[in-house]
């Protein structure tokens, strides 16, 4: 069973950027999906970007222009950027091993956004 890591998660001003990690524990398949879902406090799950490949990808209406996803090899970013206090949540990395099977996900990494 593949585990995922997630990193870079923290506190940034209004504006900022960080960029987030998730590493896979094995190597996995460049076609097979991964991404980021968040969860702000007293809201579901929300699927903010994923990737199926190179340059396919996915994003939320909510990030568009200001998120991006990439791979390298294993391991998947999103760099966020122009961040917002609305951004705040809690950010889960995925990877979806088999087709329409159940997602495998990371430990969750905070993001705070102060206005």
């Known amino acids: 069973q593949v585990q995922l890591v997630e990193s870079g998660g923290g506190l940034v001003q209004a504006g900022g950027s960080l960029r987030l990690s998730c590493a896979p524990s094995r190597s996995i398949f460049a076609t097979i999906p991964m991404g980021w879902y968040r969860q702000a406090p007293n809201k579901g799950r929300e699927l903010v970007a994923t990737?199926?490949?190179?340059?396919t990808t996915n994003y939320a209406d909510s990030v568009k222009g200001r998120f991006t996803i990439s791979r390298d090899k294993n391991t998947a970013y999103l760099q966020m950027n122009s961040l917002r206090p609305e951004d705040t949540a809690v950010y889960y990395c995925?990877?979806?091993?088999?087709?329409?099977?159940?997602?495998?996900w990371g430990q969750g990494t905070q993001v705070t956004v102060s206005s």
């Open positions: 995925y990877v979806q091993m088999v087709v329409n099977g159940p997602n495998i």
């Open positions: 990737i199926t490949g190179p340059g």
